[in-house]
């Protein structure tokens, strides 16, 4: 049995599970339904031959990407554990049995409800699919690497992935910082739809920095350099897979 972590901006992770090969798109014949025009009607395959688990594009409109590498029509990649395939708005983590596979990023996927595609999107179903532009499909790429990918560095390489969760720093937060003045609750970080953004909330004396200026509000760049009190971070970016055509 295989499972699909699926991932959509400002939605709750949804897992679907599987064990024949599955049909993804926007018609109600799919096996995997993704009511959203940004994906066609019949928009990819997965195929599962003996052990192998194999990702193809069905001809979409606004095609697939697996593992940061851009397939054409017909085209088939093999997928392993953690791969990772983008179409249209969403992103879907291929998940296996194995003990490691029952958590994604240190967190327990036992919590995650079973996926309901009602609850996926809000958007009304439509007859036709939207061609995305280059512009479009870019930036969608872009906004879904950062979403993904994007992390917290402390200093000792321990990685907070924010994702579309409110993640806080400070002596009593989800990420720890130390210093006299830090606040228990010292900064937040947010997603706004399209970029993680961090946010004080400490008092007057407590110190929050990005890139050495003092800020009350910063929309986080890659390889930004984050101070709150005393401890440093590093927002980055990192792939439980080699990153190809990922758009920085």
């Known amino acids: 049995m295989f499972k699909l972590l699926i991932k959509v901006s400002n939605q709750q992770k949804q897992i679907f599970s599987f064990g024949t090969s599955i049909m993804i798109g926007r018609e109600d014949q799919c096996n995997l339904v993704l009511p959203d025009p940004s994906i066609s009607r019949q928009h990819a395959q997965i ?71 009602a609850k996926l999107l809000d958007n009304p179903p439509q007859d036709e699919t939207l061609q995305l532009s280059a512009r479009e499909a870019t930036s969608i790429l872009r906004e879904q690497n950062l979403l993904n990918n994007a992390c917290i560095v402390d200093e000792s390489g321990k990685r907070t992935f924010p994702e579309t969760n409110s993640v806080t720093i400070g002596t009593a937060a989800t990420i720890k910082a130390k210093g006299m003045f830090t606040s228990k609750i010292a900064a937040e970080i947010t997603w706004n739809g399209k970029a993680h953004v961090i946010t004080k909330k400490g008092g007057f004396m407590c110190t929050v920095k990005v890139n050495d200026n003092a800020v009350s509000e910063h929309t986080l760049t890659i390889n930004d350099r ?8 590093q927002y980055v970016l990192h792939s439980d897979k080699p990153a190809r055509d990922f758009p920085c």
């Open 226 to 233: 984050i101070l709150v009190g005393g401890s440093s971070f």
């Open 47 to 117: 195929h599962i031959i003996g052990e192998e688990v194999i990702a193809e594009d069905l001809g979409s409109q606004n095609g697939i990407v697996v593992d940061g590498q851009r397939l054409r029509e017909g085209q088939r990649m093999p997928m392993k554990s953690k791969s990772e395939m983008q179409l249209g708005k969403f992103t879907l983590v291929l998940l296996t049995d194995s003990v490691d596979d029952k958590f994604y990023r240190g967190r327990s996927i036992s919590y995650l409800p079973e996926y309901d595609p």
